[in-house]
């Protein structure tokens, strides 16, 4: 009989820590490592260069940048869903974008994933925090999820065949569609049967992205169907390469062969079966397959040179094997978005099994003779049609069922948009009671047409971007507040020059000034006012510097009269009591004290960079100095101190801070300025630690 079961996990985990409270303006850091130039763009074909150009994010409006955590590991109990037959074990991480953590085959005592054994976050979803390992749901846009490290709706709902299955759902914001992904395991089955649906319940018409991203281990063997990949390396170019052995005689079915990290987009024909497989030394691995909507397969691999080895390092234990991804979504490549019409939705059936191909074969030179190797043995073991089958009784008969035992909650927004729009989502309800404190001011908005301030002394509150928020923000009475969240909303919608009108009525208004300040700083940066840019981040920092000092004799000033009122032996209502400790919900001292740290870090980090930028190392210098201690033995900021004295000609003290040894713990996927700022130091190799380069040097 299938089971599925609440359990706790047990890893080494470095803390998320606070979302960093800036509105993310501007467009995903590492989106420049998924571009394409313009001369590859011309020479593609024609359906694909209109899905690469198809809806850029101009910002990651509105989900927030997740880059509070650290790299300091401590065992730590994760909440998982175990789903279990006599056949496989499904570890599933409802609370970490709904990542399965492990796919156990009982019968072979075979781990068929790359099982990571420590969480560690690190810069590579869009929004920030990730971690390696396991299979992922990526929705939204090119890149990781910004649900990657973020809570998922999760319940036990019938299955097609009457036995239990796992739901995961939420909504995601970047594109503002709902989605859910169904995991159940057919009785006596070897394969773990994932049912996807992404809805658009808007009129208009919607850019969708999905990929499933499977970790292997990276000694294994991967193979497709096609005989041809277009490869995606960080060069920016997009090349069709004959499969598996390129022209200069490499073979890139074996991820280890690779140099630096690279992208495989197999050209799979028409018609043929959608599958792909990681086998190892004996031909034993994991297959994928699906319903034929799910078009594309790719592998990536981070290759064999010193920056992939450092990434490896970087995500996991030391001496812990390295992984390969196998991939599987709607487009042929990742770099592509299709268009999802007003009220349809995308919806396809994956499976994932063990598979014991021939090695002989499987691992031999004859390509045609591998595929065919395993090809033959996914027919054997789970039919093309059965598949197919399976999709069908899944989409007609269990997609829309209800939700029978909640597991695990996600976030509120999904259900401010169902009460907003009256929209209709059988199987993923989003009911009032998930609302929290993010969402009530913008529920208040939709009830009385006004947006309340956020409370004394604390940050401006989550954004809304869509059209109908901004709709009702321009309708809403236009406080300081209002003006600030109007003033997003129209800059996500691209309306550069009214969003800065509307800041700066704001600013005019306002008492609390370093949220209006911080926006139009960043405007000036995008228009292209450095120094005007450099002098608003400044101002930003320090006018938070003048809130928080006076919040801290306010509080003193309450404390004064608790004292007293206690000597006097004063009464105090159950409410004030209340207030007095924690405040509004969920800005208690201690959130409030981490909430006003990661304010101080953010702006400090982005007024230093402008600063620099502009030409005034002193000025930065300064700020640096004025941060709190916590904040400056931060690697990010050790790694500002390094700009700062080079920039001020002090060389040798730049060069010490290298030698003192730092560790940048948000440093993005593909990002090269530790090798660009140590080539200005010094001549000699870059050392092992600050080797993250993806491409030749």
């Known amino acids: 009989m299938t089971t599925v079961r609440r359990a706790v996990l047990t890893l080494p985990v470095a803390p998320l820590g606070p ?48 880059d509070g ?15 279990e037959n006599d056949r496989l074990r499904v570890t599933v991480l409802p609370g970490l974008g709904g990542r399965v953590h492990s796919l ?56 097609p065949d009457g036995g239990p299955m796992l739901r995961l759902w939420e909504w995601e914001r970047l594109r503002d569609l709902p989605f859910q992904v169904d995991l159940w395991l057919p009785e006596g089955s070897d394969f773990l049967y994932v049912g996807v649906r992404v809805r658009n319940p808007h009129e208009r018409t919607a850019p969708a992205y999905w990929w499933s991203n499977t970790a292997v281990p990276e000694e294994h063997r991967i193979l497709a169907p096609a005989d041809a990949a277009w490869h995606h390396g960080y060069e920016h170019g997009l090349d069709r390469l004959p499969v598996p052995v390129a022209e200069d005689g490499t073979d890139h079915s074996y991820p280890l062969n690779g140099a630096h990290a690279a992208d495989y987009f197999y050209d799979l024909p028409e018609g043929q079966r959608r599958w792909i497989a990681a086998l190892d030394a004996d031909g034993h691995g994991l297959v994928q397959t699906s319903t034929d909507a799910l078009r594309g397969r790719k592998l990536f691999l981070w290759g064999a040179g010193r920056g992939g080895r450092r990434w490896q390092e970087w995500l996991t234990e030391p001496g812990t094997p ?98 907003r729009g009256g929209h209709a989502l059988p199987g993923t309800p989003f009911p009032e009671s998930t609302l929290g404190p993010d969402q009530e001011p913008w529920r208040e908005l ?74 139009l700083a960043v405007a000036d940066q995008e228009d292209g006012h450095p120094r005007r840019a450099a002098e608003r981040f400044a101002e930003a920092f320090a006018d938070h510097a003048e809130t928080d000092h006076a919040k801290s004799d306010h509080a003193k000033s309450d404390h004064a009269k608790s004292d007293h009122a206690e000597t006097t032996g004063a009464e105090t209502t159950g409410a004030e009591t209340a207030g007095a400790e924690t405040g509004p919900v969920g800005a208690g001292p201690a959130s409030r004290a981490a909430e006003d740290v990661a304010v101080v870090a953010a702006l400090g980090r982005e007024a230093i960079v402008a600063l620099l930028a502009a030409g005034r190392p002193g000025t930065a210098g300064e700020l640096w100095a004025s941060l709190p201690e916590e904040v400056r033995e931060r690697g990010a900021f050790r790694l500002l101190e390094a700009r700062i004295l080079l920039a001020e000609g002090r060389t040798g003290e730049a060069r010490a801070v290298f030698d003192a040894g730092f560790e940048v713990a948000d440093l993005r996927e593909g990002a090269e300025i530790l090798g660009e700022l140590w080539a200005e130091l010094t001549d000699e190799p870059l050392p092992d630690a600050y080797e993250f380069r993806m491409r030749p040097s």
Not at 42 to 57: C, Q, T, V, W, Y
Not at 69 to 83: F, S
Not at 487 to 514: F, N, P, T, Y
């Open 19 to 66: 979302d960093n409270p800036l509105p993310a303006l501007r467009a995903p850091a590492g989106a420049g490592s998924h571009a394409v130039d313009a001369r590859t763009l011309a020479e593609l074909p024609r359906d694909m260069a209109r899905g690469i150009g198809r809806a850029p994010l101009r910002s990651l409006l509105p989900a927030p940048v997740r």
């Open 446 to 519: 939709l009830r009385t047409g006004v947006l309340p301030p956020p409370a004394k002394g604390a940050g401006p509150g989550a954004p809304l971007v869509a059209t109908p928020w901004r709709d009702m923000l321009e309708t809403a009475p236009a406080d300081p507040s209002t003006e600030y969240h109007l003033g997003i909303a129209q800059w996500h919608a691209g309306d550069r020059a009214q969003a800065v009108r509307s800041w700066e009525r704001g600013l005019h208004r306002a008492e609390v000034r370093w949220p209006l300040l911080y926006c």
């Open 104 to 159: 156990h085959h009982k019968p072979t005592g075979r781990e068929l994933l790359y099982r990571n054994p420590v969480l560690q976050p690190a810069a590579f979803a869009l929004n920030g925090a990730w971690f390696s390992g396991g299979i992922e749901w990526n929705i939204g846009a090119t890149g990781h999820t910004t649900l990657s490290c973020s809570p998922l709706h999760a319940a036990v709902v019938r299955a």
């Open 69 to 83: 955590y650290g790299r300091e590991r401590t065992p730590a109990d994760l909440d998982t869903i175990v789903i």
């Open 322 to 419: 390295g992984y390969a991804e196998m991939q599987a979504g709607l487009a042929r490549t990742q770099l592509e978005h299709l268009e999802l019409a007003g009220g349809a939705e995308f919806s396809w059936l994956e499976a994932y099994g063990p598979l014991a191909a021939d090695p002989a074969a499987a691992l031999g030179d004859d390509w045609a003779a591998a595929r065919a190797d395993v090809e033959a043995k996914l027919a054997a073991a789970l039919p093309r049609t059965a598949v197919d089958a399976a999709y069908t009784a899944w989409r007609e008969g269990a997609a829309d069922a209800e939700p029978e035992t909640v597991l695990a909650v996600g976030s509120g927004w999904g259900a401010l948009e169902v009460l």
